[in-house]
T-cell receptor, first 114, second 110 residues
Framework: SQTIHQWPATLVQPVGSPLSLECTVE??????LYWYRQAAGRGLQLLFY??????ISSEVPQNLSASRPQDRQFILSSKKLLLSDSGFYLC?????????????FGPGTRLTVL | GENVEQHPSTLSVQEGDSAVIKCTYS??????FPWYKQELGKRPQLIID?????GEKKDQRIAVTLNKTAKHFSLHITETQPEDSAVYFC?????????FGSGTRLLVRP
């Protein structure tokens, strides 16, 4: 069966520090991968998605970036965190072939920027 | 860009009553409409979905209806229970993505 992992589970970082969040998927090949951010009490904001290795689509211009160095690995990064980067970061995957399939979410990383 | 509007933002019902959440979407090419439930501090999880070739789908106390002409779809929960209390998100497919609504916080009062 397929599983999706995210780490770390929680993170407290000072403003201006770098960020690296990792997401890996097991049990499937060539998944579509997604990064979302959820501010406290708010909805799901799509940040990036990838339909293949090295292919990244950005949805919201900001100080974050994403990379997909391997088929089942998706990394979210920042060189300098802002206070507004605080939130619940969720990685998700879906089977290939379009976006008309269920997305499976990881357990999330709760980021607090102080 | 493509958009999904979801109403109401909050909904409070008495245990045993029904709850209805409505969404409208803008992308006429959307053909997949999932509903996710998110409990506090947890990840969203799919509770039901519907594809554009079907007008209604039911799973025990949960049902979803779709009107493609009007670009509307709705979630119906019958005989609500306290454990149904959560945030519910609708979504519509668009290209390689799901466009999510802003969420409905459902509170079921015992």
């Amino acid at each position: 069966s397929q599983t999706i992992h995210q780490w770390p589970a929680t993170l407290v970082q000072p403003v201006g520090s770098p960020l690296s969040l990792e997401c890996t998927v097991e049990g499937t090949s060539n998944p579509n991968l997604y990064w979302y951010r959820q501010a406290a009490g708010r909805g799901l904001q799509l940040l990036f998605y990838s339909v293949g290795i090295g292919q990244i689509s950005s949805e919201v211009p900001q100080n974050l970036s994403a990379s997909r160095p391997q088929d089942r690995q998706f990394i979210l990064s920042s060189k300098k965190l802002l206070l507004s980067d605080s939130g619940f970061y969720l990685c998700a995957w879906s089977v290939q072939a379009g976006g008309d399939n269920e997305q499976f979410f990881g357990p999330g990383t709760r980021l607090t920027v102080l | 860009g493509e958009n999904v509007e979801q109403h109401p933002s909050t909904l409070s019902v008495q245990e045993g009553d029904s709850a209805v959440i409505k969404c409208t979407y803008s992308d006429s090419a959307s053909n997949y409409f999932p509903w996710y439930k998110q409990e506090l501090g947890k990840r969203p999880q799919l509770i039901i979905d519907i594809r554009s070739n079907v007008g209604e789908k039911k799973d025990q106390r949960i049902a979803v209806t779709l009107n493609k002409t009007a670009k509307h779809f709705s979630l119906h929960i019958t005989e609500t229970q306290p454990e149904d209390s959560a945030v519910y998100f609708c979504a519509a497919s668009s290209s390689y993505k799901l466009i999510f609504g802003s969420g409905t916080r459902l509170l079921v009062r015992p």
